[in-house]
């Protein structure tokens, strides 16, 4: 059995708004239904940064320990858990736990649950050295899997993945992926192109657009620079009628009031960025005769998580990460405030 120590090292906010306080806090016992996961590495999601400004209409915990990218090692189960293991490799997503009885946990649609413990936000997340998750919502990671890596698929990837599948494109169509180059965008690129999709790539920069075209995007489109983003995107397929899907991962208004514009006919636009206190526009006489459907998308479900997870470990999802020190979130939050990261900063625990 793994010795596990009364305290360890977190990131905690004491108030909305910050800063981040690194300190020594006690180590919590997993109930019976729990398991207590070690977590080597964090991805820090864009979602920890609203929590810590408390821009969203939903109240965080109070002193919160952030985080929802966790990967690592099983150290204690509770008494009924019974398909989890000490040892075993785990990871603590978003949702940490539902009630799994509601309609939507019968259906699948957990992330739907009305009474859903959400790591990082609702309960303590992922950035300390061992965080509490429940055994029926952790995602099993198999053996000797790069933990450093895998951590931002844990939300960035299986939101992604999700919201690529509910956008229904097929093999050989088109999608924009807007906001590529941060987190999210940097992984649905990779997806996209797992997929059979041809992707558009909309962010801003140099490096960015390195990167997303490594990555696997046909085409970019610098929103800071073009003069017609709409006019861009829909230039950027071959017949010039846009993408059929656009997957919107981007962390301002705008471009949510863009998209129907410049999708396909009959095309999808999958809304995943949660911009604080943003709406969503579209002009009515172009939606009707288009045909055009506008969706939200949520996380996944722990389908939806496996199978993200089955892309990553067959190697067909490389995205780029920089790995940093727990200690030193809040430089990771100021970069990521001026959009500064070009895809993910992950966090080792030990440092
Ligand atoms: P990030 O900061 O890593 O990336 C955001 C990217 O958006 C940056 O590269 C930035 O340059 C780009 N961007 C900003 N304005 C843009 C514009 N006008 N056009 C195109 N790109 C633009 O953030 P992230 O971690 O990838 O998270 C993105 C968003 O997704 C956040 O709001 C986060 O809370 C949300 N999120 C939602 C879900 C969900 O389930 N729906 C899950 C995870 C994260
Ligand atoms: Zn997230
Ligand atoms: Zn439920």
Same mark, same amino acid.
């Given at each position: 059995?793994?010795?596990?120590?009364?305290?360890?090292?977190?990131?905690?906010?004491?108030?909305?708004?910050?800063?981040?306080?690194?300190?020594?806090?006690?180590?919590?016992?997993?109930?019976?239904?729990?398991?207590? =996961?070690?977590?080597?590495? #964090?991805?820090?999601?864009?979602?920890?940064?609203?929590?810590?400004?408390?821009?969203?209409?939903?109240?965080?915990?109070?002193?919160?320990?952030?985080?929802?990218? +966790?990967?690592?090692?099983?150290? &204690?189960?509770?008494?009924?858990?019974?398909?989890?293991?000490? +040892?075993?490799?785990? +990871?603590?997503?978003?949702?940490?736990? #539902?009630?799994? &009885?509601?309609?939507?946990?019968?259906?699948?649609?957990?992330?739907?649950?009305?009474?859903?413990?959400?790591?990082?936000?609702? $309960?303590?997340?992922?950035?300390? @050295?061992?965080?509490?998750?429940?055994?029926?919502?952790?995602?099993?990671?198999?053996?000797?899997?790069?933990?450093?890596?895998?951590?931002?698929?844990?939300?960035? +990837?299986?939101?992604?993945?999700?919201?690529?599948?509910?956008?229904?494109?097929?093999?050989? @169509?088109?999608?924009?992926?807007?906001?590529?180059?941060?987190?999210?965008?940097?992984?649905?690129?990779?997806?996209? /192109?797992?997929?059979?999709? /041809?992707?558009?790539?909309?962010?801003?920069?140099?490096?960015?657009?390195?990167?997303?075209?490594?990555?696997?995007?046909?085409?970019?489109?610098?929103?800071?620079?073009?003069?017609? =983003?709409? &006019?861009?995107?829909?230039?950027?397929?071959?017949?010039?009628?846009?993408?059929?899907?656009?997957?919107?991962?981007? $962390?301002?208004?705008?471009?949510? @009031?863009?998209?129907?514009?410049?999708? /396909?006919?009959?095309?999808?636009?999958?809304?995943?960025?949660?911009? &604080?206190?943003?709406?969503?526009?579209?002009?009515?006489?172009?939606?009707?005769?288009?045909?055009? /459907?506008? @969706?939200?998308?949520?996380?996944?479900?722990?389908?939806?998580?496996?199978?993200?997870?089955?892309?990553?470990?067959?190697?067909?999802?490389?995205?780029?990460?920089?790995?940093?020190?727990?200690?030193?979130?809040?430089?990771?939050?100021?970069?990521?405030?001026?959009?500064?990261?070009?895809?993910?900063?992950?966090?080792?625990?030990?440092?």
């Amino acid at each position: 059995m793994p010795e596990i120590p009364t305290e360890q090292w977190a990131q905690v906010i004491e108030k909305t708004g910050g800063p981040v306080d690194y300190k020594k806090i006690p180590v919590q016992k997993p109930g019976p239904d729990e398991v207590l =996961v070690n977590i080597k590495f #964090s991805g820090v999601c864009h979602t920890d940064l609203h929590a810590v400004n408390g821009d969203w209409p939903l109240a965080t915990k109070l002193p919160l320990v952030g985080g929802h990218e +966790g990967a690592g090692e099983v150290v &204690a189960v509770g008494d009924l858990v019974t398909d989890v293991k000490v +040892g075993d490799l785990a +990871g603590v997503k978003w949702l940490n736990g #539902s009630c799994l &009885a509601c309609e939507f946990c019968q259906t699948s649609d957990e992330p739907l649950c009305p009474k859903p413990l959400l790591s990082g936000y609702t $309960v303590d997340g992922t950035f300390q @050295q061992y965080c509490i998750a429940k055994a029926a919502h952790v995602a099993r990671i198999p053996k000797g899997t790069d933990l450093a890596a895998i951590a931002p698929v844990l939300c960035a +990837g299986i939101t992604v993945y999700k919201g690529l599948k509910e956008s229904g494109v097929k093999p050989g @169509q088109w999608v924009a992926i807007v906001g590529a180059g941060g987190g999210l965008g940097s992984l649905a690129c990779q997806y996209a /192109r797992a997929m059979g999709l /041809r992707t558009i790539a909309i962010d801003s920069g140099d490096e960015k657009k390195k990167m997303t075209t490594e990555l696997g995007a046909e085409a970019f489109v610098d929103f800071a620079t073009s003069k017609n =983003v709409v &006019a861009d995107v829909q230039a950027a397929t071959p017949d010039g009628l846009g993408p059929h899907a656009v997957i919107l991962v981007a $962390v301002n208004e705008k471009p949510f @009031q863009q998209a129907a514009e410049y999708v /396909r006919p009959r095309g999808t636009v999958i809304c995943i960025g949660l911009p &604080a206190g943003a709406y969503l526009k579209a002009p009515v006489f172009e939606s009707v005769i288009k045909m055009i /459907r506008i @969706q939200g998308s949520y996380v996944g479900n722990r389908k939806d998580s496996a199978e993200a997870i089955e892309f990553f470990t067959r190697g067909l999802i490389k995205a780029p990460f920089k790995v940093v020190g727990l200690s030193e979130l809040q430089m990771v939050y100021d970069k990521m405030h001026k959009g500064e990261i070009v895809g993910r900063y992950v966090l080792d625990t030990s440092k």
